[in-house]
């Protein structure tokens, strides 16, 4: 059976902690967008930060890699099960910036 939407948006609030929200829209191509957003930092103005990047790559991984990489860069106290992959996250970074 297919985890629904809303299923898995709760999952994806558990694995990036307190110091986040989670919301999954669905995008033109119909998958999945995951938005992961700090509930303390801002980027623009009055905008809180968030994961989603306009044009890229905004499924599970991606948001979850860059939500880790946030944490860990911003909030180095922070607890979150997400930080439990933090070299897998460092390795795929790797891996996209030499291909």
């Known amino acids: 059976m297919v985890a ?4 898995r948006e709760r999952k994806a609030a558990v694995e ?5 929200t989670v919301k999954i829209d669905v995008g033109d191509a119909q998958q999945f967008v995951y938005k992961v957003t700090c509930t303390e930092c801002t980027a623009k103005g009055h ?3 968030s994961t989603y990047r306009a044009g890229e790559d905004n ?3 991606a948001a ?3 939500w880790t990489f946030h944490l860990t860069e911003r909030h180095p106290g922070a607890e ?3 930080l439990a992959y ?3 996250a460092q390795q795929r970074l790797h891996e996209r910036r030499q291909g």
Request: proline residues 4%.
């Open 16 to 20: 990036a902690g307190a110091l986040a």
């Open 86 to 88: 933090l070299d897998a």
């Open 64 to 66: 979850m890699d860059r």
């Open 4 to 7: 629904s939407r809303s299923a």
């Open 47 to 49: 905008r809180k930060w």
């Open 59 to 61: 499924g599970y991984l």
């Open 80 to 82: 979150a099960p997400c």
